[in-house]
């Protein structure tokens, strides 16, 4: 099973500490957040070592792209460079928020109608480029925030049966969905798992075995429904390196 981080807890200068993690792990990227110039200078030093290559994965854009948003106007040129670095790095997937904190307002489904309408015009623009595009559970019932309830979010998948899928363990813990059931369900359509905890009020990115969440239980349905799945550590609260080399120890003994 692979094992990827994301690069999410280490902002700015910090993502020097990325270069000191052995290369049997992968790496995701929020591309989003630094230009062309930044990743290709960030990753040249973290694609190879000792004749040994990882993979990289890409977080699509979550803080200035919001797809269930109608002002929202430059999501689809703000996907074409994101899409453009994907290929250029062969990158593994793209993960696709479906929405972020949607407009109260507007009824829902008329948002739902809006966001399928922009998820089937990346699909053809990462078509383009030959980029495997990830949809992720997003939106927590405790914000209001949830657009794709779990029927929805799977019907996501009927829709455009040429998206893969992307679980994030985090969103749907705080959601109540039950984690195996999950897996069951999405099955050989997952590409990778955001990998966190929390205590199921609030999305804590915290490290597995921090929250809540049965882990036991997530690794037996892992092994038997998604085993191809990528790993991938979304921690934010960590306070040092070593906690996340820690972490991913214990998630591979945990799959064994």
């Known amino acids: 099973m692979k094992f990827s981080v994301s690069d999410l807890p280490f902002g700015s200068f ?8 052995p290369m ?3 790496i995701e990227i929020f591309y989003e957040f630094g230009t062309d110039h930044y990743w290709d200078y960030v990753l040249k030093d973290l694609k190879e070592k000792d004749g040994v290559s990882r ?6 854009p979550c803080v200035a792209v919001n797809l269930a948003d109608p002002n929202d106007t430059a999501y689809l040129d703000v996907y074409d460079k994101t899409f453009a ?7 593994a997937f793209v993960v696709v928020h479906s929405n972020e904190a949607w407009r109260m307002g507007g009824e829902k489904l008329a948002v739902q109608e809006l966001v399928y309408g922009r998820i089937e015009k990346l699909l ?33 998948f009927k829709r455009f049966p040429q998206a893969a899928a992307l679980l994030d363990t985090g969103h749907a813990h705080v959601n109540g969905w039950k984690l195996p059931d999950v897996l069951r369900d999405l099955n050989s359509k997952l590409v990778g798992v955001h990998i966190h905890d929390n205590d199921g009020t609030k ?10 969440i049965y882990w036991a239980e997530y690794f037996v349905a892992l092994k038997k429904y998604a085993p191809q799945a990528t790993q991938v550590c979304e ?12 972490s991913l120890a214990k998630l591979e003994e945990a799959v064994k």
């Open 85 to 91: 670095y994907a290929q250029k790095i062969n990158a």
């Open 203 to 212: 999305d804590a990115h915290l490290p597995v075995g921090s929250g809540n």
């Open 55 to 60: 993979r990289f994965s890409i977080h699509g």
């Open 235 to 246: 921690y934010a609260a960590i306070n040092q390196y070593g906690m996340v080399t820690e």
């Open 14 to 21: 910090s993502k020097a500490f990325l270069k000191d993690l």
């Open 124 to 156: 053809k623009l990462a078509e383009k480029y030959g980029v495997t595009v990830a949809l992720e559970n997003v939106g927590l019932r405790t914000t209001g925030t949830l657009l794709f309830d779990y029927e929805e979010y799977l019907g996501l």
């Open 24 to 26: 049997q792990y992968d």
